[in-house]
């Protein structure tokens, strides 16, 4: 079994930043591609970003491309979400999810593991 703890999120202002940092135990040799997805109040889960198992490849949503950026240390077991240039609508509680696969993919069914959740608030 793997488990994933998110810590990094908070209040910030807009065009500030944040960094979420996701870890993981367990079984975290068997972690291949990792991802953060975000949910807004009444609104459904949102793909942010995704890296595969090696670290070269990731994949952003539109809307976070340029400003987010995804990264992993393996030797750490730890993976990072660098936010910038925040805005109002990056409010959500942020999401880390692991799948077993090697393979970064959008889909959230494609992750089998996934943390309780960061709160990441931006105020105008």
């Known amino acids: 079994q793997v488990q994933l703890v998110e810590s990094g999120g908070g209040l910030v202002q807009a065009g500030g930043s944040l960094r979420l940092s996701c870890a993981t135990s367990?079984?975290?040799?068997?972690?291949?591609?990792m991802a953060w997805f975000r949910q807004a109040p009444g609104k459904e889960r949102d793909f942010v970003g995704a890296?595969?198992?090696?670290?070269?490849?990731?994949y952003y949503a539109d809307s976070v491309k340029g400003r987010f950026t995804i990264s992993r240390d393996n030797a750490k077991n730890t993976v990072y979400l660098q936010m910038n240039s925040l805005k109002p609508e990056d409010t959500a509680i942020y999401y880390c999810?692991?799948?077993?696969?090697?393979?970064?993919?959008?889909?959230?069914?494609?992750?089998?593991?996934w943390g309780q959740g960061t709160q990441v608030t931006v105020s105008s």
């Open positions: 999810a692991a799948r077993l696969g090697l393979t970064a993919t959008t889909k959230s069914n494609d992750y089998a593991y």
């Open positions: 367990g079984s975290s040799f068997r972690t291949g591609a």
């Open positions: 890296i595969n198992r090696s670290g070269g490849n990731t």
